[in-house]
C-alpha cells in the first residue's frame, strides 16, 4: 500500500501559531477526527494530501514562474531541454496581454509537459478581499483557464498574501494545493498545509548560483520539498528578473543532482477537482474603469463591440473618479454600433439585477442598453433604453428596466449620433 500524505501527521511550524494559524490547525484536527488519519474505518473524503501523491524519499524541488510574462517560454524551452517540467502560474485575465503568454503559447508549454495552475483573475491581494469576490478571483480564473483547455491543479497567492479564508477558498474552488507564504521556511514532505505551500524568497536579479543551490541542498538533506519562484528572465529588467546565464548555469548543476524536479501538482497528486459556479455580483465590477487587460486595451470585466475606423474606445485621464474613464468616438456610420457594455459571462463580471446608472459627458445624446441572462445561461439581444442628452458636465443617466427571471444582466452605453461620450462610475442597486 503505497504511503499517504495526511495532513494531520504534521505538527511543524509550532512557533509561527497566530491565530490564524490556530484556525487552521484546529481545523486540520477536525480534518483528522472526520477523515481517517486517526487509523478510524470512515473513509476519509479525498483531500488532495491524501489521494494519492507519493512522498519523495529523499527531497523534491519543483521550479514555478509566476504571471505568466511573456519571457518566460524560454525559460520553460531551457525546462524542456533538460527533460524537467515546470509550474507556470498564470492570471486569466493577462492571457493575450502585452508582455504575457497568450493563450497559444500556454497550449506548447502544456503540450511540453509544464503544469498551467492559477494565480487569481487580476493579481488580487486575496485576505483584503470578502468571500464572493475571493471566489471570483479565484474560482472564476480556474473557469478561465478551462475554458482555454487547461485543467488547473495548483494555484498561487499573489503576493504570498494568505490567510485562512483565502486558503479555504482555493479548496473549494477544486485547487489541489495552493502556494503561500515566501521566506518562511522550506516545505516539508508531507507539506503541513497544502493550502500555504512554503517556499524560499523568489529568486530575482540579485540572486547568486550558491543561494539557489543552498535551497535545493537544503531540501535534499532534510528529505524536503524546495519550491522556487521565478518571474522575468532577462538582464536588468527589474528586481524579479533573474539573468539568463544564471539561470541556465542553476539548471545545468540541478541536472547533475539525485533530486528530482517535478511539477507542484504532481509533487500533490490528487484527482482534478470540478470547479464549483460563482455567485453572480450585486455591484459592477471595475466600475470605473480603473483595470486594463488584454492588446485592445478594454477594462477588466467588459466587453467592446464594433470598433471600427470611425468608431473607436479609449480610456481618457478625463475621470469623474480614480484615474481613468472611458470614452467612445464615433466619426461617421452607425454610432449606436459601438458599445462598451458588462462582460457577458456567467457571473464571473455579470451582476445580478437592479437599477442601473453611469456617469457621463457627451456631445451627441447617449442610449443605454442592456442585455439579459436567462436561468439557462443564455443572453438576450439588446434591448433599447432611455435616451439622455449632450452635457458638457458629469451628468447621471438611470434606468430601472423590468428584469424578471434575469439571472444576470449586462449593460452598458452607445451614441445615437456621431459624437464623442466619456463615461464612469457604472452601477446597479
Ligand atoms: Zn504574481
Redesign the pocket.
Same mark, same amino acid.
Given at each position: 500500500m503505497p504511503p499517504k500524505w495526511c495532513a494531520c501527521e504534521n505538527t511543524r511550524r509550532g512557533e509561527e501559531e497566530g491565530p490564524v494559524r490556530r484556525v487552521l490547525m484546529v481545523a486540520i484536527a477536525v480534518a483528522a477526527l472526520t477523515g481517517g488519519c486517526g487509523g478510524q474505518d470512515v473513509p476519509p473524503s479525498p483531500r488532495p494530501s491524501q489521494t494519492g501523491a507519493t512522498p519523495a524519499a529523499g527531497g523534491v524541488v519543483s521550479l514555478t514562474f +509566476? +504571471?505568466g510574462l511573456e519571457r518566460q517560454e524560454q525559460m520553460a524551452r531551457e525546462l524542456t531541454e533538460r527533460g524537467m517540467a515546470g509550474t507556470f502560474?498564470v492570471?486569466s485575465t493577462r492571457v493575450q496581454a502585452p508582455g504575457y503568454l497568450d493563450q497559444t503559447q500556454l497550449a506548447r508549454l502544456a503540450q511540453a509537459g509544464h503544469e498551467i495552475g492559477g #494565480?487569481t483573475r487580476t #493579481?488580487a491581494r486575496l485576505p483584503t478581499l470578502h468571500h464572493d469576490e475571493q471566489r471570483r478571483e479565484i474560482c472564476g480564473d480556474r473557469s478561465a483557464l478551462e475554458a482555454m483547455g487547461f485543467t488547473p491543479r495548483s494555484f498561487?497567492f499573489?503576493?504570498h498574501a494568505v490567510n485562512a479564508a483565502a486558503e479555504a477558498v482555493a479548496e473549494e474552488c477544486g485547487y489541489n494545493s495552493a502556494r503561500g507564504r515566501a521566506g518562511v521556511a522550506a516545505e516539508t514532505t508531507p507539506p503541513g498545509d497544502p493550502y500555504d505551500l512554503n517556499t524560499p524568497l523568489a529568486v530575482g536579479a540579485n540572486a547568486t548560483l550558491p543561494e539557489i543551490q543552498q535551497y535545493v541542498l537544503a531540501a535534499e538533506k532534510r528529505k524536503g520539498w524546495a519550491i522556487l519562484v521565478f #518571474?522575468d528572465y532577462c538582464d536588468g529588467c527589474g528586481p524579479l528578473g533573474v539573468k539568463p546565464t544564471l539561470f541556465t548555469a542553476f539548471l545545468d548543476w540541478l541536472k547533475g543532482q539525485k533530486i528530482p524536479v517535478r511539477t507542484v501538482g504532481d509533487v500533490i497528486g490528487g484527482e482534478t477537482r470540478p470547479v464549483p459556479p460563482v455567485k453572480a455580483p450585486s455591484i459592477v465590477l471595475n466600475a470605473s474603469l480603473e483595470n486594463y487587460f488584454g492588446k485592445e486595451g478594454i477594462p477588466d470585466c467588459w466587453q467592446l463591440d464594433g470598433r471600427s475606423a470611425t468608431a473607436t474606445f479609449g480610456r481618457v485621464a478625463d475621470a469623474r473618479t480614480g484615474r481613468w474613464a472611458g470614452r467612445i468616438k464615433v466619426t461617421g456610420g452607425d454610432p449606436a454600433r459601438l458599445r462598451l457594455a458588462i462582460r457577458q459571462d456567467d457571473g464571473e463580471c455579470a451582476p445580478t439585477a437592479g437599477g442601473l446608472s453611469v456617469w457621463y459627458t457627451a456631445t451627441a445624446p447617449v442610449r443605454l442598453t442592456l442585455s439579459r441572462r436567462t436561468r439557462d445561461g443564455v443572453w438576450s439581444d439588446w434591448s433599447d433604453g432611455p435616451v439622455f442628452p449632450a452635457t458638457s458636465t458629469w451628468r447621471r443617466a438611470t434606468w430601472t428596466p423590468r428584469l424578471a427571471g434575469a439571472a444576470g444582466i449586462s449593460f452598458g452605453l452607445v451614441l445615437t449620433e456621431p459624437g464623442q461620450a466619456t463615461f464612469d462610475d457604472f452601477a446597479v442597486r
Open positions: +509566476d +504571471d502560474y492570471l #494565480h #493579481h498561487a499573489p503576493f #518571474h
